[in-house]
């Protein structure tokens, strides 16, 4: 008898936070599915099996690695709060034991898939941004507490710092002048308005959780 091969992938889910109290859910809707086969192209040279909707306001994928799947839910959360739009999200590790879908994340099993859905659907969580890991209790814990305090501070944020954060997250090698002037505004207002958003903490809290996720990336032989 042939030993079934497993595949070991991140998995990502999200949903919209009240979205039947939408002003509009035909516009709502719309977004969403726009959203949805952006990203699906955007990144589709990480992501495995393609985010699917799986209700009208929530959807699942797969993707190569953690790490990939939380540059892609951060991304996705930065797109929906420009829009004004409430979402979580959960990122997670998979082990299947039947074969990836590539067309549709659907009809799969294995262990890590329910996990993800059990947290997600957690609604005392305030969280938009929870992590699945349960071979590693720890450190998702630890994920989930930066996670939260990611979330807290993207709620402080003044409708002009989320703007500004948007704008100006994906920076590369263009400087504070360089993003002023695209903006329209001085290097020093940009500069200011940033510092109250709390930039650098919320950064520091991207980065450690990318790092974090790497690492367990680079250990990816154990389940």
Not at 64 to 78: C, E, G, I, K, N
Not at 92 to 116: C, D, F, I, K
Not at 185 to 213: C, K, M, P
Request: glycine fraction near 4%; proline fraction near 3%; include cysteine.
């Amino acid at each position: 008898m042939v030993a079934s091969r497993v595949h070991r992938v991140a998995v990502l889910m999200g949903d919209l936070v009240k979205s039947r109290s939408a002003r509009s859910t035909p516009l709502l809707h719309r977004v969403f599915n726009d959203a949805i086969e952006v990203f699906n192209r955007e990144h589709r040279a990480t992501i495995v099996s393609p985010l699917t909707i799986t209700l009208g306001d929530e959807f699942q994928g797969l993707a190569q690695d953690l790490s990939a799947a939380f540059d892609l839910v951060h991304t996705m959360r930065l797109y929906f709060l420009e829009r004004s739009i409430d979402c979580r999200f959960i990122v997670g590790r998979a082990v299947l034991e039947t074969e990836v879908n590539p067309n549709r994340a659907w009809n799969m099993m294995g262990t890590g898939l329910s996990e993800a859905r059990t947290l997600l659907n957690d609604k005392q969580d305030p969280s938009a941004y929870r992590f699945s890991l349960p071979a590693a209790p720890t450190t998702q814990a630890a994920l989930n507490t930066l996670g939260y305090t990611m979330s807290y501070v993207e709620e402080l944020w003044t409708d002009t710092q989320r703007d500004y954060f948007i704008k100006t997250f994906e920076k590369g090698e263009q400087t504070y002048a360089d993003l002023a002037h695209r903006i329209g505004v001085s290097e020093r207002n940009l500069y200011n308005v940033l510092r109250a958003g709390h930039r650098h903490l919320y950064e520091r809290q991207i980065e450690t959780i990318r790092a974090t996720l790497t690492a367990l990336d680079e250990k990816r032989g154990t389940p």
